[in-house]
């Protein structure tokens, strides 16, 4: 590429790939898709959001590869996936039913993890079979299934048609973002981080969204406006766990838990106290330790879990739990996650209350 997309140090820069494909979607469109880690390992797929690539995925990729094997893919027209005509969620549900067949063996089952549109995408896919076949647990990461616009805080207005008009205009802008400077490290942290995120995570996140093109950012933009994936909600069955940020204002934590209330399965609702919209890099311990706790209860060792009938009773499998969990990944009553060690180094954010107060 003619420019730097992503950091090329430390913890927030891709690992290098042990095997990189090709997924053809429905439509022809071209996917690139990276491996990481053994092959026999436990299988977890990765699909990133809105505006990024693989390599927001870094520090999960990271933290997982030892004893996983970790599928991640650039959405199309993101990344190293070529722009396509079509833009739609049914194209994103083609798009991940492509990348489970070319990667997954008949059969093979996988933990599923979407952030932001990747967590849409998943919800898009609710009925292909694809994902019936291969997902055996999905996690649900600052995301929401609709009324985007409507709810989101990013402008400091009253909720109204006014606030969702110029929401709309400004998240769909077609200008280009142009280079990563000082200003605009300011107001990516401002829309999508919480207020204490360090400067490292903050340029990661920067360098990626950046590199977007413009006509693919806007493009998504409008389909994300029209968002209505309710009915892909409930038709979840398999287990899933949800996780969000107190303090995002691209997709504020009441999606979060209206996704957890109408889930037939939802396993767990995490809510990160001053995370704002980018938790794989504003708390990558907790994120990566969601994942880890659907591997283990889900995917290895023993029989893999199956997605609930259809016409099992609606909310039979509510949550099992709800934590609040703050931007280091701990539990108010102090418990850290699994695979979380290091989180006070890595996952710090500071609590919802300091971050309504502060200011960009």
């Not at 893919?73 to 549900?93: E, F, V």
């Not at 067949?101 to 993890?113: D, K, S």
């Not at 009938?309 to 701990?330: F, I, K």
Request: hydrophobic content about 40%; aromatic content about 2%; charged content about 20%.
């Amino acid at each position: 590429m003619s420019r730097l997309t992503h950091v090329t140090e430390g913890p927030y820069s891709p690992p290098p790939a042990r095997r990189e494909s090709v997924a053809v979607s429905a439509d022809g469109a071209r996917l690139h898709v990276e491996e990481h880690g053994d092959e026999d390992a436990p299988a977890v797929v990765l699909a990133h959001g809105w505006t990024c690539s693989t390599a927001f995925w870094a520090a999960q990729i990271r933290a997982l590869a030892p004893d996983h094997r970790v599928i991640a893919y650039d959405q199309r027209g993101h990344g190293r996936s070529p722009a396509a005509s079509t833009h739609s969620t049914t194209a994103l549900a083609d798009d991940l039913a492509a990348v489970l067949r070319t990667t997954l063996a008949p059969g093979q089952r996988a933990v599923i993890a979407g952030h932001s549109m990747g967590g849409m995408t998943l919800m898009a896919a609710a009925d292909r079979p694809e994902l019936t076949e291969h997902a055996a647990a999905l996690l649900l990461c600052s995301t929401g299934s609709a009324r985007l616009t409507a709810e989101a805080t990013v402008l400091p207005l009253r909720p109204g048609p006014l606030r969702t008009r110029l929401t709309r205009a400004v998240l769909g802008s077609r200008a280009p973002l142009g280079p990563v400077t000082p200003v605009a490290r300011a107001v990516l942290k401002y829309a999508t981080m919480a207020p204490g995120t360090a400067p490292e995570r903050v340029a990661a996140c920067a360098r990626i969204v950046h590199a977007c093109p413009a006509k693919v950012r806007h493009a998504w933009s409008e389909v994300l406006a029209e968002l209505d994936l309710d009915a892909g909600v409930r038709d979840l069955r398999m287990p899933v766990a949800v996780l969000a940020g107190t303090a995002d204002r691209l997709t504020p934590v009441a999606h979060a838990r209206a996704l957890a209330a109408a889930l037939p399965r939802c396993v767990g609702l995490t809510e990160l106290t001053g995370a704002g919209h980018m938790t794989p890099v504003e708390a990558p311990e907790a994120v990566t330790a969601a994942i880890v706790g659907l591997v283990r209860d889900h995917l290895a060792p023993g029989p893999a879990a199956r997605p609930e009938p259809a016409g099992r009773a609606e909310g039979a499998q509510r949550a099992d739990h709800t934590e609040r969990t703050h931007g280091t990944g701990r539990t108010e009553d102090g418990r850290a996650p699994e695979a979380a060690e290091d989180t006070e180094k890595a996952g710090r954010a500071v609590p919802a209350e300091t971050a309504e107060k502060e200011t960009p």
